[in-house]
């Protein structure tokens, strides 16, 4: 017996001795934060395992969000009521004409609960691109090897910020979940991400068919860093989330410490509260406006809410934007929706003048025109309030 727990402590050494060696050590953060929790992969509650993150602070002018004349009278009907509750919803929030008409918080949540954006992060990481087009620093057609040189070269060279935006680019990186020894794994939990992205390029000529990849964002991340100083967090806390009143701080992962230059991950890991969400769904129904201020140029907002085909004819996807995503509701009801990984939901529904904010522990994987069923689920529960 006592032979066999020697060989066992000796093999397990060797393991993580060879895991560091190879670069592959992440994966015991992996394994703790998600299958020894009984997840496959990543969770919205996973703040408390990130080592290093980067504060937003709320805004020196907060700004709460009005009760609407619904508030406190409006309920989800039956429907909505048993999707909420078997859906494994977080939380739940509704707005109408810039003021609240409906909350709800399930699974211990409640107003203050930071959770984990996902893919959210992605169409919030487009808002920092549209902040640097605002400001001139960076145009959609402009080439990335103008601003990362390893991309001036050969089909490389013809590689637009825009197509990079529209998930275009024909780069392979990846995007399986599932796979700890993949490239979406490596960039969600192992530290040195800008290294990670160096050895991939265009395959082929760029402005290929829609391919969703995670990649991209970090490419986008990784080209604002080279046309200004600061970072991510800097770009969204000063352009957006200080003048948008945000209530409460957000917190964004980094890749390691920020004492050695690490950066945000970009395409996940922006933690913030349900109500704070709402506030870049309720920027995307305004174009880019807040109470009048325009804090995004809006002809890039209204290009970012374009789906693809309507921009070019190399493909005819209609369920996608500037790292959003598209769609309509069977009535014909124009929506975006910046959309994550267990179901994190903020959409804007402008003929409605809605935004709903969905977050939680899972979601359905049946899909209704390219999107996901709850995504239509979260609209008819936030109509049959009005």
């Known amino acids: 017996m006592k032979k066999a727990a020697v060989t066992l402590v000796v093999l397990g050494t060797v393991v993580y001795l060879v895991s560091i060696w190879t670069n ?10 998600c299958w020894l929790r009984g997840w496959e992969n990543a969770q919205i509650d996973d703040m408390v395992y990130r080592d290093h993150l980067r504060e937003l602070p709320a805004s020196t002018d907060p700004q709460p969000w009005p009760e609407g004349p619904l508030w406190g009278k409006a309920n989800l ?11 494994e919803t977080a939380s739940f929030l509704v707005l109408r004409n810039d003021s609240l008409v409906f909350e709800r918080y399930l699974m211990g949540h409640d107003v203050e609960t930071r959770t984990n954006s996902f893919s959210v992060a992605k169409s919030i990481t487009a808002m920092a691109v549209g902040h640097a087009v605002t400001k001139g620093l960076v145009a959609v ?10 991309f001036g070269e050969g089909d490389n ?21 599932k796979d700890p020894l993949g490239f979406q794994a490596k960039a969600y939990y192992r530290e040195d991400n800008r290294p990670l992205l160096q050895p991939y390029r265009v395959e082929g000529k760029p402005g290929a068919p829609f ?47 920020p004492k050695e230059g690490a950066v945000e991950r970009s395409f996940a890991q922006f933690y913030a509260t349900t109500r704070d969400y709402a506030r870049f769904g309720q920027l995307l129904l305004d174009t880019g406006s807040w109470k009048g201020t325009q804090l995004l140029d ?61 977050s939680g522990y899972n979601k359905r ?22």
């Open 77 to 87: 009907d039956a429907e909505g009521q048993a999707w909420l509750e078997n859906s």
């Open 141 to 150: 057609e402009d080439h990335l090897g103008s601003f990362l040189p390893r």
């Open 298 to 358: 809006k002809a890039y907002v209204t290009d970012m809410l374009t789906p693809l085909a309507e921009t070019t004819d190399a493909v005819d996807t209609q369920f996608y934007g500037y790292q959003i995503w598209l769609g309509s509701t069977d009535d014909g009801l124009a929506f975006s929706c910046m959309e994550g990984l267990r179901g994190q939901f903020i959409l804007s529904i402008p003929a409605l003048d809605a935004v709903v904010v969905r």
């Open 157 to 177: 060279a013809d590689l637009t910020v825009g197509e990079v935006l529209q998930m275009r680019s024909n780069i392979s990186f990846g995007e399986d979940y």
């Open 211 to 257: 391919e969703y990849q995670g990649g991209n964002t970090m490419l986008l991340s990784e080209m604002l860093d080279a046309v200004r100083p600061g970072n991510l967090s800097n770009d969204i806390h000063q352009g957006l989330w200080e003048p948008m009143g945000a209530e409460y701080a957000a917190y964004w992962g980094l890749d390691g410490d």
């Open 365 to 386: 994987k049946a899909k209704k025109r390219d999107l996901p069923v709850d995504i239509y689920a979260a609209i008819e529960a936030a109509r049959g309030l009005f």
């Open 24 to 33: 592959l050590d992440y994966v015991w953060g992996g394994i703790r934060e």
